[in-house]
């Protein structure tokens, strides 16, 4: 999954590729001329380094048009999500034909959306979306026709126009706004919906308390946290024992989420609890290794005192703020992001000789920031860092100019950040105490 993960992303990365994935996704199979015209590419060399990078995403037919395989299948998935077209399905709906759009943070509904309604003689169904947006060339007539019903959404932005019949399909919704003019008033910047879909995932449901189980960590020295498709939050309480709260949908079937597994404590997301949401709280006297595994997930883990902390974030958002004990037998701080936002703030107590940081981060938006003792030395070490990566250092309030191999000689303990990953957005704040 790791893999297919990573060549779904590499193909992604770039607005030609994009186009390629897009038009394959909407066209079913299109010529190598086709898909030059459609991608507005007039060089064939340019067009076909890049068709190439789209091996195992795209195939060739005998008859020299090119189609989707099963894996750029699902590149289509994620491209119609970050775009905010949400999961696609059509099923039979009590005699006509549904498109139901839904299962997203934010969805589009423009007139193309329409348009392929009206071509496979269908209505829409839209549903589980946190924001819908209309476009303004939705027109009424057609959005009367075309929409059968909007359901279970908490914002809907839409034209003023659509007024009447919006409230008439909508139901199980918290609010609409209304714009005028031709734009509504919404960004979306790739890095802004990261930051939205953070938000999103952090929010509150409503849900009601299902479980509480409490645990000795004893001579545990891990906690382990996986999280799939929840929100976790991890904070430092009074006490002498590892308290977990799991909370979900009314009606969810409540499950045991603590264990141990060898020198750790096991704290695990439930399947079938919808929006779950786990808290834990830590006693202050235990300072363990903290390790994250979140796929579609919310981590905030604030107030925190560790021996290390390790997060591998895939479509997830990562808030930490904790105090850092380095040990030189292992990474003190390891992210590893795909398609994550994660902003971390570490304060470090003083340690002797090297202390390791390792950041992976593919089409993320990554911010770590730093105290560290006085007299640290630091050096940044770039390693299978692609060029489409944006990274900045700043140095007790000073940004450092060509940043990558940046290596500073003296100093009374040293920490070594490596670097590596495509399509990012990195930004590392250190500062040294006076």
Request: charged share 30%.
């Amino acid at each position: 999954m790791g893999e297919e993960l990573d060549t779904i992303l590499q193909a992604l990365s770039h607005p030609t590729r994009r186009c390629i994935v897009r038009v394959l996704g909407e066209k079913e199979e299109a010529s190598y001329a086709e898909l030059m015209q459609e991608c507005g590419v007039n060089d064939s060399g340019t067009f076909a380094f890049h068709l190439r990078r789209l091996q195992g995403i795209v195939e060739k037919m005998g008859e020299g048009s090119y189609r989707l395989t099963g894996l750029g299948r699902r590149a289509y998935e994620v491209l119609l999500a970050l775009m905010g077209e949400g999961r696609l399905s059509t099923r039979e709906q009590g005699g006509w034909d549904g498109i139901v759009y839904g299962g997203s943070y934010e969805l589009w509904l423009t007139g193309r959306h329409l348009d392929y309604a009206e071509s496979k003689h269908a209505r829409i169904v839209i549903r589980d979306v946190d924001k819908l947006v209309i476009a303004s060339d939705v027109e009424p007539e057609r959005f009367d026709k075309l929409v059968e019903s909007i359901e279970d959404v908490d914002t809907i932005i839409a034209p003023r126009k659509l007024a009447p019949m919006l409230e008439a399909k909508a139901r199980d919704y918290e609010e609409i706004r209304y714009y005028d003019g031709l734009e509504p008033p919404v960004r979306r910047g790739f890095l802004e919906k990261l930051a939205g879909i953070a938000s999103w995932l952090q929010a509150p449901k409503r849900t009601v308390l299902l479980l509480e189980e409490s645990v000795d960590p004893g001579d545990a020295e891990e906690l382990r946290l996986e999280a799939r498709g929840c929100a976790v939050k991890v904070q430092s309480s009074a006490g002498d024992k590892l308290v977990v709260r799991l909370y979900g949908r009314r009606g969810s079937k409540a499950q045991t989420v603590v264990s141990r597994k060898g020198g750790a404590v096991l704290v695990s997301c439930p399947e079938g609890v919808r929006d779950a949401r786990l808290e834990i709280d830590v006693p202050p006297s235990w300072r363990p290794r903290l390790t994250i595994e979140a796929k579609a997930a919310a981590v905030k883990a604030h107030g925190l005192a560790v021996a290390g902390l390790e997060a591998s974030c895939s479509a997830s958002a990562l808030s930490a703020d904790v105090e850092i004990a380095p040990s030189s037998s292992q990474p003190v701080l390891k992210l590893i992001g795909k398609a994550t936002s994660a902003s971390v703030k570490a304060r470090f107590e003083p340690w002797r000789g090297e202390a390791l940081a390792e950041i992976d981060a593919s089409a993320s938006a990554v911010r770590l920031e730093a105290s560290l003792p006085r007299g640290t030395a630091i050096s940044l070490e770039p390693t299978r860092l692609d060029y489409s990566s944006a990274v900045k250092l700043v140095a007790d309030g000073r940004t450092v100019r060509g940043a990558l191999g940046y290596r500073e000689e003296d100093g009374e303990r040293r920490l070594r950040i490596r670097l590596s990953g495509s399509a990012s957005a990195v930004k590392i704040v250190l500062n040294r105490a006076g």
